[in-house]
């Protein structure tokens, strides 16, 4: 996966001739935020995978880690769970509890 990014860059016309970096940031992790951080994502998404989400959760004190049961990337077009989830957070800073997850709308091949 080390081209999604400038995959997801070229076929975004906007984007098409901003410079793509063919590094990943590399840390350091140790940043402390403000607000506790809300971080979404799929069980299955081929970019992102959830381990690294779960690592993210682990490396910052008071975070949420809200889970999508399903597949693809851009979970917020897949659950209206996420979108109220996430709704939430940004106007009532109130996060998820522990161990929260959403089902999709749809499956694939239902």
Known sequence: MPHF??????????????????????G??????DEPVLIVNSRFDPATPLAAAQRLHDLMPGSALLVHEGVGHVAAQQSACVVQAAGTYLTEGTLPVEGATCAPDRVPFG
């Open 5 to 26: 990014g400038a995959l997801r860059a070229w076929n975004d016309s906007v984007c098409s001739r901003w410079p793509v970096s063919v590094e990943g940031y590399r």
């Open 28 to 33: 350091p992790w140790d940043a402390r935020t």
